[in-house]
């Protein structure tokens, strides 16, 4: 697997913070760019128009992001007695 890095979605998304990358294909961070910037319209990241470049998102989008459980205990606590 040969991945030169991870590139973060920032330039012309400001909500949009995830991360894209190509698996198994090297790419530089100018045809990052270039295609983000392609697949974005009116400020929005086009996902389909990214996965055909050959984009996988790293990180989900903010809204399917998993939800936490106010009431759930942290990871390694024991409940309180």
Do not use: I
């Amino acid at each position: 697997m040969s991945v030169l890095g991870l590139a973060v979605v920032s330039a012309g998304c400001a909500s949009d913070q995830r991360e894209w990358m190509k698996v198994d294909q090297k790419y530089t961070t100018e045809e990052f760019r270039r295609d983000l910037d392609q697949c974005t319209v009116k400020g929005t990241l086009d996902d389909e128009c990214m996965k055909a470049r050959g984009w996988v998102a790293v990180t989900p989008p903010k809204a399917e992001q998993k939800k936490e459980d106010p009431l759930s205990q942290p990871a390694g606590r024991a409940p309180r007695r």
